[in-house]
């Protein structure tokens, strides 16, 4: 039941008709908060307060302002892509110069959030991301379209920097137990590959 799930949610069968939540990755947010979970608890030894919901709210808005910028610069290969065809951008729903501003409110409004916290390590962290988002969808690094490097961004981001901020709101980052960083980052990882398995034949007939 659970793969089936899976399965639909990275060929975008689920919430097809909640487009403009899925322009900004609502779908993948739990994706975010499951390591964001893990290295909250294991920091503060609860299962929940307000700066869980707090700071998962900081990565959903980074994760949206991510999937935004990979809308922008994908948005020649998603017009010949048929598992995009929701994009606000391809659909002509929303311009180009519209998604940049969209991309611009995310993005600084997670940075802003990220000030609460009166913790310089969270904010590092949160920097981090943002550089990994930049390099990871931006020429011309585009890691996204590098074998290797689309996996090293996705387990630093993921499996590094996500925990990594929620423990950070309650305890030194340099204390992380640095055995959870090695289970996290494979577990992911090991999520992240059926996303790209569902296009291989689609990057192949465009060299991507």
């Not at 180009?96 to 310089?120: E, G, P, R």
């Not at 943002?130 to 390099?135: D, H, M, Q, R, W």
Request: proline content about 4%; glycine content about 4%.
């Amino acid at each position: 039941m659970a793969s089936q799930i899976f399965s639909r949610l990275i060929n975008n069968q689920l919430f097809t008709k909640l487009t403009w939540l899925r322009f900004i990755g609502f779908e993948f947010w739990m994706v975010g908060f499951t390591p964001f979970f893990i290295g909250f608890v294991v920091a503060s030894n609860k299962l929940y307060d307000f700066n869980l919901f707090y700071g998962f709210l900081v990565i959903a808005i980074l994760a949206s302002s991510t999937f935004v910028l990979n809308h922008i610069y994908d948005l020649e290969l998603d017009r010949k892509n048929p598992r995009k065809e929701f994009s606000l951008l391809v659909r002509g729903t929303i311009s180009t110069k519209n998604a940049w501003f969209l991309f611009l409110f995310l993005q600084i409004s997670c940075i802003v959030l990220s000030f609460y916290f009166f913790n310089n390590e969270f904010l590092l962290c949160i920097l981090g991301l943002t550089l990994i988002s930049f390099v990871y969808n931006i020429p011309p690094f585009r890691f996204k379209t590098k074998p290797g490097l689309d996996l090293v961004s996705n387990g630093l981001s993921l499996g590094f920097l996500i925990p990594l901020s929620a423990w950070s709101i309650y305890q030194p980052i340099i204390e992380f137990p640095k055995l959870y960083f090695f289970s996290i980052i494979c577990y992911l990882l090991a999520l992240y590959c059926p996303t790209m398995a569902v296009d291989v034949e689609f990057d192949r007939k465009f060299g991507t």
